[in-house]
């Protein structure tokens, strides 16, 4: 197999010769980067087909990202959309499966610089909420591209609160039609991706209306331009929303419907059906039309977010590694930054939450695939945990990566700032996905009202419980709790039972706090809805303390797994160990506060904490190696694989168009600013 | 006006404009202000298209074509006075970035500060008329803040008593300064000084870097700008490589040190007087964070009173999402500290004043806590700011993400000064520095004088640092004088633990150097400690000097809000220290709550005060009269993408994809 410089590089001027400063970070290697990527694939074979179709890609032309950072809005798009073109192009040359791996490998693989991912949330969306009729009428459709699909949900006034959606469709049993209305300004579809200049049918939420009553929010699928020559068809107002920090590739738009008829049959019927007289009969429960967002939200976690923070980690890092800043000892050459405790302090803890979020992911992916099923066909006993799930894991995976990326981007100075660093984007990117799929605050209280629902029926009917047992995720909270931390040295707190249980321990006593104080505001005469407001911050508080002790858990499990490779092993157990550390002296209170640690004890967990870092140290860029991202996707300056960091930002820089094309202020502004003197002499 | 925000305007308990009198330093000053403000505003040669929808070409050039425009138009206004200047410059530049900016801000000051009356009498006309049009050159590709690293020679000639100025690597070149890549005609650049043989150290050049009249690049210069960032679109940040480039001796700026002819070199007399111009820069960013958290609040605050959502009970309208408890924990507390930043803004400032007029008597003896404490205020006011940016987008929910809130530009606007004039972690070590060198003292039996007083009453010398039963005085959570105590044994303890486990490395190692290193996680944790302190006492003190009751009232509540936070956010450090106990912690959250409640009414008046014309927060969902939604909409429509109803790329790429099958 080639060297993997070979594989990942750019293939430019610099990328023969590795700088020497990283090729001695590789030198000596304590554990097998290789099986560590094929861990992170979820398998040997997934790594190689990943490096076929990536090595398709960076071969193509069609697929360059270069000049991607100085594109306009409109550039940016056409390149999105030729490259999405380009690519069913080979797909269908080279017969990639439609439901196969190598289309989430191509887009890896262009970083996301792709249109039409839309069509992607649509047939979630279809094939979650659609009968199989509709399934078998739309889902080649969408896919052979003979319509183009997205999904329309918030509304200008409206977002993550669905309810208060106001986009109408009236039930008109003459025509057997539905009106598709939006009724006021705030009602305007704005956000869904690709609907600004590409989609031609959309599927839209609204709120249904038949025989007289409202029904809550349902989906329909609306035809919004012509498949002839994609004006928009008649009643429909469509646009681009205007530019936004990041994700100008995508079209984000906004749509107005006047009374704009469709079919009944348009909208999606497996939970819910309305017959042709309009009577309207419920197949599911009430939150069973919200399956298609809980499916989308957990598809996007492994990469997404997670991805934005990984390269992060591997920009900054690789970088840390090459840049050399002011002396240790007088004599000595100047010291790499890596070297640094500070430097270390604000990369590492972001390092190890890369590993432990896809962990996490990972397993809330293999959770959503043993309910599809089971949920598909009516049964929605698993709906609960895995909604709850999907709101709390995203809304703390996308916080924390979206923060993490950002301390990256300011660990790299001010080289960060600069686009061709990759870091703004990365930053811009992760950040967006803290409010798309469910701004994060609502999120995490949803999954709240799940703990605190679970916490009670445990503690309300104690025998109850057995019988029906806690769903696992929440399993801890009747399972007996310590009163103190038993730590009685620094090592003792990398053991993972101790630190797993010390989080349990928190999040159980901050579940109980908001339980127990929402009981007493409603004992008290405010109604619940009330409570719920005035103890909205302990629930939240609450929450995430739950997600942080289920991200140690499925961690810590997952480096259980791997006995038989007990180098890797041991290196994930570091970050392991670290991830809990960081977060228990980050909440440091939280665990102080009812002397579950003492000082002493916390003392004592960040003895170990700095303990760690010069040991995650000597392995870091091999870490961020694992992650396997080729150079391409990476398009960062200050991130190549062979660390010849400043020839490349040169190189870049100067092919700017500010650097190629005419100062368009010099003639018109500067020149008769600069000889005023000499026209007057 | 949106009927939501009339009736939060109606209900406050004061009146707004006594705050902008406190704000602007006296109601003169806010009369005066307006005044240049309307200027602007009433001049069509001022207006100009939204930069939203320019490309970066277009916005360089709009931003050069402003800066043109207002030289002439201070002339013809009389503005001269410096804080004229800034608030002209403030409404009239949107994101207060321009070309030009590093001429007056580096540029002539470094000439006035460093250059002899002969250097001055030369260079200092044609810059002030513009027809020279300078910045300031100092970090490079492979170097920022550690200055002594950097590369660039000026070896001196005394055959031809010139300066060869070099790049001598690609790590040398110089990268980043402002206006450099295609505006400036001239630099003052940072160099190596080596004559006869020796290195001098870091020492000011004047280079000319573009001809006269072409504006081509001279032979042996290499100059551009360093390409897409993540913010400051209209600034042609660049480069510059020197190719054993000729100036004369003369263009040395020799008010303190001196090359003769013959290359003798002269030292200068003292060298902290260079400080200066660092000490004044920060602290005026510690102003400039208040400022750019004040406008993302007052975005935030109003659209949070406009934007209904959900429901709180269940039958009733959508309730304001500023009625959210949520909502309020992130933004209020944020507002407190904008709050707080400015007047510690105003105190740094200040104090850069009073210090200097004792330096220009001879008198240095303040100089090293100025020189600390600006460099740790300025890093710990920018990172909580830059975080709290962010938070008010977020807070925003999706149409924060749209460059119509605004708050976007602002954060990559702001963003850098975490980086640039230092770095913040190595200011933070700055300011660790000045601590550790404080506790020897009081530790060798010398009393410290300053903020850091507090040092004296260290129990320290007792053996145990667990032994704090001296202040083993209960805090009383109602007073802010109590609350600002704590603050005190916080900073005072964690700058003990710092200066201990320096020690204790120390010790172990024979390099101080490596001891730091490996002590600087608790160093910083110390500086930072040692700033929340400061920001409670200067926040507390301006409080308690305001007359007006309702306004006093009102301000004290913030004060307290963002004491309170600060403790619940750092709840560990005040209970690992016994400084508040578990029961208190949780009077203390309570506290919290409470306050958010008592401050939701005055919170719209509250952003008010900060009185930001609507151009200057260049935000669609900030407006002051609260129309969000019909104004986002129409902002929309002029997006380029909607130039035609079908975009080119359908014929080209996805009608294609469509019919190929």
Redesign the interface.
């Known amino acids: 197999m080639r060297s993997p410089v070979h594989r990942v590089s750019l293939g430019d001027a610099w990328s023969s010769r590795v700088h020497p400063d990283i090729d001695s970070e590789r030198r000596t290697q304590s554990f097998d980067v290789e099986r560590l990527t094929n861990l992170l694939d979820g398998g040997v074979e997934n790594t190689m087909l990943r490096r076929k179709v990536e090595s398709i890609i960076r071969n193509d032309p069609a697929f360059s990202l270069r000049g991607h950072?100085?594109m306009?809005?409109?550039e940016l798009?056409?390149a999105a959309?030729?490259r999405?073109?380009h690519l069913?192009?080979v797909a269908r040359r080279l017969g990639w499966p439609k439901d196969g791996r190598e289309r989430d490998y191509a887009y890896r693989a262009v970083s996301g610089n792709l249109n039409l991912t839309l069509q992607d949330v649509f047939l979630n969306a279809l094939r979650s909420l659609g009968s199989d009729e509709q399934i078998a009428k739309w889902d080649q459709l969408c896919q052979?591209?003979?319509i183009?699909t997205s999904y329309a949900q918030?509304e200008?006034?409206?977002?993550?609160?669905l309810?208060?959606l106001e986009t109408e469709a009236i039930y008109d049993p003459a025509t057997q039609e539905f009106v598709i209305h939006s009724p006021t300004?705030?009602a305007?579809k704005?956000?869904p991706g690709d609907i600004?200049?590409?989609a031609t049918h959309v599927l839209v939420l609204a709120q249904l209306i038949c025989s007289g009553a409202q029904r809550g929010m349902h989906a329909f699928i609306v035809p919004i331009r012509s498949?002839e020559?994609?004006?928009?068809l008649p009643g429909i107002t469509v646009?681009?929303?205007?530019?936004?920090?990041e994700m100008e590739n995508i079209?984000n738009g906004?749509l107005r419907l006047d009374r704009v008829r469709i079919p009944r049959e348009n909208m999606l019927n497996r939970f819910a059906q309305v017959s042709p007289d309009g009577t309207y009969k419920r197949l599911g429960t009430e939150q069973s039309n919200y399956f298609g967002m809980v499916v989308t939200r957990v598809k996007i976690l492994a990469h997404g977010a997670l991805h934005d923070l990984q390269k992060a980690c591997v920009i900054s890092v690789r970088y840390s590694a090459v840049?050399?800043?002011?002396?240790?000892?007088?004599s000595d050459p100047?010291v790499k930054i890596l070297?640094?405790?500070?430097?270390q302090?604000?990369l590492f803890p972001q390092l190890a939450l890369s590993y432990a979020f896809h962990f996490l992911a990972t397993s809330l992916l293999e959770l959503l695939d043993r309910s599809y099923g089971s949920i598909l066909s009516g049964d929605f006993r698993c709906l609960p945990e895995l909604h709850a799930l999907s709101t709390g894991v995203k809304a703390m995976i996308t916080d924390l990566c979206a923060q993490g990326a950002?301390v990256c981007r300011?660990a790299c100075?001010?080289h960060?700032?600069?686009?061709?660093s990759g870091l703004?984007t990365l930053?811009n990117r992760a950040?967006?996905a803290?409010?798309?799929e469910g701004?994060?605050?609502?999120l995490y209280?949803q999954m709240a009202r799940f703990l605190v629902k679970n916490y009670l029926k445990a503690r309300l009917s104690p025998g109850a419980t057995s019988q029906q047992p806690l769903p696992l995720s929440v399993a801890y909270l009747t399972a007996p709790d310590l009163a103190r931390c038993p730590a009685q040295t620094a090592t003792d707190f990398l053991c993972p039972e101790l630190y797993t249980a010390a989080w349990a321990h928190v999040a159980t006593r901050l579940i109980k706090n908001a339980a127990h104080d929402a009981q007493t505001l409603t004992q008290s005469g405010a109604?619940q809805?009330?409570a719920l407001?005035?103890t909205?911050?302990l629930q939240?508080q609450a929450a995430k303390a739950h997600c942080y002790y289920i991200t140690v858990k499925t961690f810590k499990e997952a480096v259980e797994r791997l006995d038989n490779e007990p180098a890797n092993q041991e290196v994930l157990w570091r970050l392991c160990h670290l991830s809990a550390l960081h977060g228990i002296?980050t909440?440091?209170?939280?665990?102080?506060?009812?002397?579950f640690l003492s000082?002493a004890q916390?003392?004592m967990a960040r003895t170990a904490y700095?303990d760690l870092l010069p040991q995650i140290r000597k392995d870091a860029v091999l870490l961020t190696d694992a992650f396997d991202f080729t150079d391409q996707c990476l398009n960062s300056a200050l991130g190549c694989y062979d660390g010849n960091v400043?020839?490349r930002?040169?190189q870049?820089?100067?092919?700017?168009?500010?650097?190629t094309?005419k100062?368009?202020?010099?003639e018109?502004?500067?020149?008769?600013?600069?000889?005023?003197?000499?026209a007057r002499l | 006006m949106n009927p939501d925000l009339r009736k939060e305007r109606a209900s406050a308990t004061f009146n707004p404009e006594l705050i902008t009198h406190i704000l602007d330093g006296s109601p003169e000053n806010t009369r005066r202000r307006r005044e240049i403000e309307n200027l602007i505003l009433n001049d069509p040669d001022f207006q100009h298209e939204d930069y939203?929808?320019l490309?970066?070409?277009?916005r360089?050039?709009v931003a050069?074509?402003k800066?043109?425009t207002m030289?002439k138009k201070m002339r013809d206004f009389g503005i001269s006075d410096p804080d004229e200047i800034m608030w002209f410059k403030k409404l009239q530049l949107v994101n207060f970035v321009e070309?030009v900016g590093l001429h007056y801000s580096m540029f002539i000051p470094t000439l006035l500060n460093q250059g002899t009356t002969a250097q001055q009498e030369k260079w200092l006309h044609?810059s002030n008329?513009?027809?020279i049009?300078g910045t300031y050159a100092q970090?490079e590709?492979?170097?920022?803040?550690?200055l002594?690293?950097l590369e660039t020679t000026a070896t001196y000639d005394p055959k031809t008593q010139e300066f060869i100025i070099n790049s001598p690597t690609?790590?040398s070149?110089k990268?980043?300064p402002g206006g450099l890549?295609?505006?400036s005609?001239h630099a003052i650049v940072l160099a190596q000084l080596i004559t006869q043989g020796k290195n001098y150290g870091l020492h000011a050049f004047i280079v000319p870097i573009r001809e006269?009249?072409t504006?081509k690049p001279l032979p042996g210069i290499t100059v551009?700008?360093?390409?897409?960032?993540?913010?400051?679109e209209e600034m042609?940040n660049g480069?510059l490589k020197m190719d054993n480039y000729r100036i004369p001796r003369e263009n040395m700026l020799m008010k303190y040190a001196q090359v003769k002819p013959d290359g003798t070199y002269v030292k200068p007399l003292n060298n902290k007087l260079t400080y200066g111009t660092m000490v004044f820069v920060r602290s005026y960013l510690v102003g400039e964070a208040a400022r750019s958290l004040s406008k993302a609040c007052t975005i935030a605050i109003r659209y949070s009173a406009v934007?209904?959502?959900?429901?709180?009970?269940?039958g009733e309208p959508?309730p304001q999402i500023l009625?959210?408890?949520?909502?309020q924990?992130?933004l209020f507390p944020l507002l407190a500290t904008a709050y707080a930043f400015h007047f510690v803004g105003k105190y740094m400032k200040e104090t850069y004043y009073r210090v200097n007029e004792d330096i220009n008597r001879g008198d240095l003896s303040e100089l090293p806590e100025l020189h600390a404490l600006t460099a740790g205020v300025k890093a710990f006011t920018t990172w909580i700011v830059n975080a709290g940016i962010?938070e008010c987008r977020?807070a925003c929910?999706?149409h924060?993400?749209?460059?119509?809130s605004g708050i976007?530009n602002i954060y990559?606007t702001f963003?850098?000064a975490?980086?640039?004039e230092g770095?913040?972690?190595v200011m933070m070590?700055q300011m660790a520095r000045f601590l550790m060198k404080s506790y020897d003292q009081v530790h060798s039996g010398k009393l410290v004088c300053g903020m850091v007083s507090y040092l004296n009453d260290l129990p320290s010398q007792r053996i145990q640092p667990q032994q704090v039963a001296v202040w083993q005085t209960m805090v009383d959570i109602n007073s802010l004088d109590s609350l600002t105590e704590a603050y005190k044994r916080r900073a005072a303890r964690l700058v003990e633990i710092a200066a201990k486990n320096l020690q204790a490395e120390q010790s172990r190692r024979k390099?101080k150097?490596?001891a730091w290193?490996?002590?600087?996680?608790d160093l910083?944790r110390a500086s930072e400690a040692h700033c929340y302190f400061v920001v409670v006492k200067l926040f507390l003190e301006k409080v308690s000097k305001i007359q007006d009751k309702a306004v006093q009232a009102v301000l004290r509540n913030l004060c307290f809000l963002y004491t309170l936070y600060g403790i619940?956010q750092?709840?560990?450090?005040?209970?690992?220290?016994?400084i508040m106990t578990?029961a208190q912690?949780m009077q203390v959250?309570q506290r919290i709550?409470e306050l958010l409640a008592v401050i939701r009414p005055n919170a719209v008046a509250l952003v008010d005060a900060f009185d930001f014309k609507d151009l200057t927060l260049g935000s669609v969902l900030g407006r002051y009269d609260g129309n969000v939604?019909?104004n986002?909409?129409e902002?929309?429509?002029?997006?380029?993408?909607?130039k035609t109803?079908?975009?080119?790329?359908?014929h080209?790429?996805?009608?294609?994809?469509?019919s190929?099958?």
Request: hydrophobic share 30%; charged share 25%.
């Open positions: 950072y100085s306009t809005q409109n798009y056409e959309v030729r999405r073109f069913e192009m052979d591209y003979q183009i918030t200008l006034g409206h977002g993550t609160y309810k208060g300004i705030t305007t704005w956000w600004g200049r590409s498949l020559d994609h004006t928009p646009g681009d929303i205007g530019p936004k920090m079209d906004f840049r050399r800043q002011s002396r240790l000892r007088p100047e070297d640094f405790q500070a430097q302090q604000k950002e300011r100075g001010g960060g700032y600069s686009k061709l703004p930053v950040t967006a803290c409010t798309y701004e994060n605050t609502v209280l109604d809805q009330e407001n005035q909205a911050l939240l002296l909440n440091s209170g939280d665990f102080l506060h009812d002397g000082g916390v003392d700095l400043y020839e930002l040169f870049w820089a100067q092919e700017s168009p500010t650097n094309q100062n368009p202020a010099y018109k502004y500067i020149r008769p600013l600069v000889q005023r003197r000499t | 939203n929808f490309t970066r070409s277009q360089y050039e050069v074509k800066s043109a030289v070309p044609p008329e513009l027809q049009i970090t590709m492979g170097h920022g803040t550690h002594r690293g690609v790590t070149i990268w980043w890549g295609k505006t005609n006269f009249g504006h551009g700008d360093i390409g897409p960032k993540f913010g400051y042609d480069f934007r209904r959502q959900s429901e709180i009970k269940p959508e009625d959210f408890q949520t909502q924990y992130k962010e977020m929910g999706g924060g993400y749209s460059h119509s976007p990559v963003t850098p975490c980086t640039f770095e913040n972690t070590l390099s150097e490596v290193n490996l002590a600087s996680v910083v619940s750092k709840a560990g450090d005040f209970l690992e220290g016994n578990g912690m959250n709550l939604y019909e986002l909409f902002w929309a429509k002029k997006s380029p993408l909607n109803e079908v975009h080119e790329s359908f080209k790429h996805l009608k294609p994809l469509q190929k099958l």
